[in-house]
């Protein structure tokens, strides 16, 4: 059973940064393609960022490129999103998913497209 744990969350003023962390149980990471979404209150969940399974394509929403990254370690069974110049319109819960991928460079933006969920870490952008 794959299992998600997101982290790194926080309260940080606007113009900081925030790295999230989420990890991945199982041996078959390596297998999986990864994404990041957000939900901000009374909002439907939003793509952020996805990477492939070979980490080589990557994929972000219009609003983060130049200041969000997406990275993988595959040692550590782990993805990662740096969110730098962060601003208050980032204020959401941030989710990570993960779906089984064939394509090494496959990546995929929508929700339905990932059938594994972690918990959420709250990213709040406030002065």
């Known amino acids: 059973q794959v299992q998600l744990v997101e982290s790194g969350g926080g309260l940080v003023q606007p113009g900081d940064s925030l790295r999230l962390s989420c990890g991945v149980s199982g041996r078959t990471f390596t297998h999986y393609a990864m994404g990041w979404f957000r939900q901000a209150p009374g909002k439907e969940r939003e793509f952020v960022a996805t990477i492939s399974r070979s980490g080589g394509s990557t994929y972000y929403i219009n609003s983060v490129k130049g200041r969000f990254t997406i990275s993988r370690d595959d040692a550590k069974n782990t993805v990662y999103l740096q969110m730098n110049s962060l601003k208050p319109e980032d204020t959401a819960v941030y989710y990570c998913?993960?779906?089984?991928?064939?394509?090494?460079?496959?990546?995929?933006?929508?929700?339905?497209?990932?059938?594994?969920w972690g918990q959420g870490t709250q990213v709040t952008v406030s002065s």
């Open positions: 998913a993960a779906r089984f991928s064939s394509g090494g460079s496959d990546y995929y933006t929508g929700p339905a497209d990932f059938d594994r």
